[in-house]
C-alpha cells in the first residue's frame, strides 16, 4: 500500500471535513454551504462511499481527501502529504540522516524568527519605554492600523540597543552562529557580534504556509538608511521566491482568481485591514518568475500590478512584466491563460495612501487597471520626442514586440499589435515582419536529446529515464478506464510537453460551450482519474512540469516515494510494445540508431493525436461520474437552476467530445488508407 493510499485508509475524508465545515447528512451523502464561495442553498457534498466531495455551485471543483486539504489550505501536493500523513501517523518517506539533520536546522531557524517576533512584539507594546510608546504611536496615528492588524501581523519594534535581542537569544541556548546564519545578528570583520536590527519597526515575513521566515524593517526616523531593510539571504529566506502576506491572502485569492501585487509590505498591510484580502507585496525592485508561479496559475488567473506610481514604480512595473513575458512564453507556453494588468493610484503615490483616505473606492481602481499592452504602449510612447523619426518609432516598437506577443491566443495577440501600429503610426505588416524576427521562446524543461542520437548512458540505478515511446495502436478498440489511465500517464511522463496538446484542445471545446461555466473543460488534472495512485502520479507530473529549478526527471527523482516509483515503473512497462522499457535501462544502441528523424518525429505526433483522444475519452468519464454526484442532490428550491445548469453543460460538453473523438477517427482513418494506396 502507497502512503497516499494508507493515509486515506486511516483518515475518513467526512471526519476530515467536518472539523471545518459543518456538514449534515443527508440520505447518502453529507451537505453544506461551499467553504470556498459564498452562498445560502448548500451545493458542497461529501460521498463518504466514494470518499469524495464536489462543489455544485460556483466553484464546480472537488477530488479527494487531498485535493480539499490542498485547496483548503493552498498547499501543494507535497505539503499535504506531510501535514495529511503526520496526522495519520504514516511516514510519508524515510528520511536520510543528511535531509533530517538539514531539515532539523531549518526548523530550529524558524522558530529563532518566530521567538525574534515575539521579542520585537513584545517590546512595541512596552509602555515604559519611552522609544516603544514613540514606535507604536507612529504605528497607529502615522501609519494608520488598528491593534486589531498590529496583532494579526505580529508587528514589533527592534529597540536602539546593540545586543538586546542576542543577549535574550543566547540566554535562550542559541548560539551565536545559529544567530548570524538566520539573519538576526550580524559578525564584523573584528568577530563582534551584534543585534542586526535597531531603533526600527520590525514587520515579520511569512512563507506561504505560514511559518515566518525573515523580516521587513522600516527606518523610524528620517535620517536611518536604507528606509527598509530585510533579512539576509538565508537557507529559509529567499525574498525572490516570497510574496509577502500570501499565506493571509491565499482564501481571497482562490475564491476571486485574482490576485493584486503591491510594492511594500505595508501596501499590503493597509488593504487587509480594509478589507481587500486579495494583495500580496512583492520582495523586491521587481516581480521575479518564482513569485509568479507562487500565484499564477495555481490560484490566480488575473494579476493586477499596483505598484507605485514614480518613476522608479513605473520602471519595476516594466521589469516585472518583462519577467511575466518570459515566464508565459518559457514555461508555460500553449496552456497558461492568466491576464495581466496594470493598476495606476490616481492622486496618490502609493496604494497605501490611497486606501487610507478613499478605502471604498479601490475595487473600482482595480477592475479599472489597464491591460499590458495599453500600459507598456504609452510608456514607451511617452518617452519619445514630439516628432520621433521613423528609426526612433521602430526602436521603440522592437523594444514591444517582445511584451506585446506574449499571447498564447491570437485575438489578443492581433489587437495588440493593431494599437501598436496605431500608436506609433507604422504599417502593421511591419509589424508582423519584426516579430517573426524576434527569438523563439525555449521550454524551461529537462533537455531533448537530437533526434539522430542515442539516449545518454545513465548509471545503474537511477530509477527514471525520460524516453520517447511508440504509439500504442489502440484505436481498434476502446480500452478500459484502467488501460488509458495507464496510457495516459506513460505517454506524459515520456513526452512532457505533449500535456500541452491536450488542453490545447480542451479550451478549444470549452469555447464552443453556451456561456455559463467552462469547468465541464477545464484543464486536464488529477480530476480525469479515477485511481488514487493515478492521481498521485498526475499531480507530481503537474508538480514536476510547473517549476523550473531542477530538471522534470530530477525533480521526480527527489519527489516520488518508493511506491509511486514502482507504480510508475508498472505504468511504464508495456510488453506489447518494442520501444517500451522498464524505468531506468536505456534505449538499445542498435534499436535507437535504427529509428530515423523522420519516422521518430511521426511517432511523436502520433503520441499527440492519441493522446489527446485518450484524455477526451477519460473526461468523458468524468463528466458521466459528476452526472451521477448530481443525482445524490435534491433538485429543489435556489438550487435546482444552478444544478440543472451544470448537468446541462456536462451533456453539451460530452456532445462536443463525442464529435471530436469522431473526427480524429475518421482523420486516422482517412490517413492509414492514404499511407496504404501509396
Known sequence: MSAVDEIKAKLDIV?????????????????????????????????????????????????????????????????????????????????????????????????????????????????ANSAAVRALKYTREKRALTDETIAKFQIGYAPASWDALLSTLTNMGYSENDLVLAGL??????????????????????????????????????????????????PIFDKSKLLFALNFAAPAIRESETVVIVEGYLDAIQAHQAGYGNIVAQMGTALTESQIKLVAPRWATKVVLALDSDAAGQNATRRSLEVARATLQADYAGRLGVEFRV??????????????????????????????????????????????SIQEREAAVRRLLPILSASEDDLYRSSNLQKLAIRF??????????????????????????VDEPPPNFADGDPLVVLEPAAPKIRDIVPSETDMEAYCLRALFTQPDAYYAINRKLRELAAQLPGGSKAALDDFSTED??????????????????????????????????????????????????????????????????????????????????????????????????????????????????????????????????????????????????????
Request: glycine share 4%; net charge negative.
Open 425 to 450: 503610426k507604422l504599417q502593421e505588416r511591419d509589424l508582423l515582419m519584426w516579430m517573426s524576427d524576434q527569438p523563439q521562446p525555449t521550454q524551461a524543461k529537462a533537455p531533448r536529446q537530437p
Open 529 to 678: 482519474f479515477s485511481r488514487t495512485a493515478y492521481r498521485v502520479l498526475m499531480q507530481n507530473f503537474e508538480d514536476a512540469l510547473a517549476q523550473d529549478e531542477i530538471e522534470f526527471v530530477e525533480y521526480l527523482r527527489q519527489n516520488l516515494d518508493d511506491s509511486l516509483l514502482n507504480e510508475l515503473d508498472a505504468i511504464m512497462l508495456d510488453q506489447h510494445e518494442a520501444y517500451a522499457l522498464r524505468v531506468g535501462q536505456r534505449l538499445p544502441g542498435d534499436l535507437a540508431a535504427s529509428i530515423k528523424a523522420s519516422e521518430r518525429q511521426q511517432m511523436l505526433l502520433d503520441i499527440n493525436a492519441e493522446l489527446v483522444e485518450m484524455a477526451l475519452r477519460l473526461r468523458e468519464r468524468r463528466l458521466s461520474r459528476e452526472r451521477q454526484e448530481l443525482a445524490y442532490l435534491e433538485i429543489e428550491g435556489e438550487n435546482a437552476v444552478a444544478l440543472q445548469e451544470l448537468a446541462m453543460s456536462s451533456l453539451h460538453a460530452k456532445r462536443l467530445i463525442d464529435m471530436e473523438i469522431s473526427r480524429q477517427l475518421h482523420a486516422w482513418q482517412y490517413s492509414n488508407a492514404a499511407k496504404r494506396s501509396q
Open 15 to 127: 471526519a476530515y471535513i467536518q472539523r471545518t465545515v459543518p456538514l449534515k447528512r443527508a440520505g447518502r451523502v453529507y451537505k453544506a454551504p461551499c467553504p470556498f464561495h459564498n452562498e445560502r442553498t448548500p451545493s458542497f457534498v461529501v460521498n463518504p462511499d466514494t470518499q469524495s466531495w464536489r462543489c455544485f455551485g460556483a466553484c464546480a471543483e472537488g477530488g479527494d481527501l487531498f485535493k480539499f486539504a490542498m485547496k483548503q489550505n493552498g498547499w501543494s501536493f507535497r505539503e499535504a502529504l506531510e501535514e495529511l500523513g503526520r496526522m495519520a501517523g504514516v511516514e510519508v518517506r524515510p528520511q536520510t540522516p543528511e535531509q533530517r539533520d538539514y531539515e532539523d536546522a531549518n526548523d530550529r531557524l524558524r522558530g529563532m524568527i518566530k521567538t525574534a517576533a515575539d521579542f520585537f512584539h513584545e517590546h512595541l507594546l512596552d509602555t
Open 343 to 388: 493598476l495606476s493610484v490616481p492622486d496618490a503615490k502609493d496604494p497605501d495612501d490611497f486606501i487610507r483616505e478613499n478605502p471604498q473606492m479601490w475595487p473600482q481602481i482595480v477592475e479599472a487597471a489597464i491591460p499590458v499592452a495599453d500600459f507598456v504602449i504609452g510608456m514607451e510612447a511617452d518617452a519619445l520626442n514630439e516628432n520621433p
Open 185 to 234: 545578528v550580524r559578525r564584523n570583520e573584528e568577530g563582534r557580534v551584534y543585534d542586526a536590527f535597531r531603533s526600527r519597526l520590525m514587520i515579520p515575513i511569512r512563507d506561504e504556509r505560514g511559518r515566518m521566515v525573515g523580516f521587513g524593517a522600516r527606518a523610524l526616523a528620517a535620517e536611518d538608511n536604507p528606509k527598509y531593510l530585510n533579512s539576509p539571504q538565508s
